[in-house]
């Protein structure tokens, strides 16, 4: 029978109301009044905090009593609202990193029942078992498996989510719900706090870089963790052997937006918000007209990326947010004749803000581990060549924006730097 969940952690408390001793407890009540709401006939106001609070105190003198810490998993029966809680031992987490493994297969498209925790747990369990993991914490052991989606998108472990940052860059980031994830109760914290931002992570990033991982969830909290093999091998391994670029193409191709994918500006011609449309390759904004890519970008950044090749949009609009938004909500058709894709999955990096395109291409160095001298970069304005003191390859972008021509030419270009024939 399908319930609501939720796990928490119970430690002991000078309080006696058995809430206080929960940590997050307000974030735990919340995420079982919205799964409500969204799931039963009743409303989120018919939930009331003492029939939670009751079990859970129940279920913990049950477990040893009130004066030990305990796991507490909470269920909640939608069309009953009859709450039911069992109260386990907490077990700490180890002060090294555990183990975890890239999954063998990618995770299959998530139900609407997805952002509300529940014990339908069969995409996890179905993970856990495929590639053999344990939950165990002995340093040799493999804890859990690091999940992706069908776009090749880092999502999250089967029991938390997961937090990251490229050497050398003190920002942490953690992948956003849209790549298909459970928004957990502390990864909602560490975003209120600014301990991090949402980014999505490509696997190619996993053993391209040098990048520092933790996991986290209510119960266990932050902890650090590192991809293993099954052996605990400190190599990082992928499910499936990652394409890399021919020796005569650009291992890193970056594009501006405006009048180069797109022809707009977007910080000018329209307002948001940006909403999706029911035709492909197209956004409906509230103020202007709708838009989309050149007529030759959705199968040409979709080839791109089958031959091994790296895509970064690289942008000095003064509205941000309406390009990230454009991304998300185009829908392309899939060359493969799969799903229908978005085109923000296309992109392996996206550095959209203003300033000097030098700015944007030394922060893709540093995330990307490529040399300059791998990127190549097309762009409608002259101004921004500037980037060639870099190393980079600057290909000019004509009034009719991007098209297969333009990106031979830029190849051409590229391999006549590199001495290429």
Known sequence: MFKLLTTLKYTPSESERVADGVYLWESHMHRLREGVDALSPFSASDLRESDVTNELAHSIGLANGLNQSHRVSVTLDPSTLEVSATATELKSMPDYPVNVVIDKEPTRSYSKVLPYKSNNRRIYLQSKLRNGVSYSTVRDSTFDVLMHNKNGYVTETTIANIFYKFNNDDTWYTP???????????????????????????????????????????????????????????????????????????????????????????????????????????????????????????????????????????????????????????????????????????????????????????????????????????????????????????????????DENTLQKGVKAWRQRRGIS
């Open 176 to 402: 956003p719900v849209e790549d298909g994830l459970l928004p957990g109760l502390m990864r909602s914290h560490l975003l209120d706090i600014d301990f991090c931002s949402e980014r999505s992570l490509y696997i190619s990033e996993l053993t391209r870089n040098h990048i520092k991982l933790k996991a986290a969830n209510a119960l266990r909290g932050l902890f650090d963790i590192q991809i293993t093999d099954n052996q605990g091998s400190l190599i990082p391994c992928t499910p499936t052997p990652m394409m890399e670029a021919p020796a005569n193409l650009p291992k890193l191709i970056v594009f501006d937006l405006d009048y180069t994918l797109w022809d707009l500006w977007i910080d000018t011609h329209i307002s948001g918000p940006i909403k999706p449309s029911s035709n492909y390759n197209e956004v409906i904004p509230r103020r202007g007209s709708p838009f989309g890519f050149y007529r030759d970008v959705p199968e040409m950044l979709q080839r791109l990326k089958s031959e091994g090749i790296e895509i970064a949009a690289a942008s000095r609009t003064a509205a941000p947010d309406y390009a990230y938004d454009a991304l998300k909500h185009l829908k392309l058709k899939n060359r493969s004749g799969g799903d229908n894709i978005s085109a923000k999955s296309l992109f392996d990096y996206t550095e959209v803000y203003p300033g000097s395109k030098v700015k944007h291409f030394q922060k893709l160095a540093k995330k990307s581990g490529f040399a300059y001298e791998d990127m190549l970069f097309f762009d409608d304005e002259s101004r921004n060549k500037e980037v060639e003191s870099l190393g980079v390859t600057f290909q000019l972008v004509g009034v009719s924006g991007t």
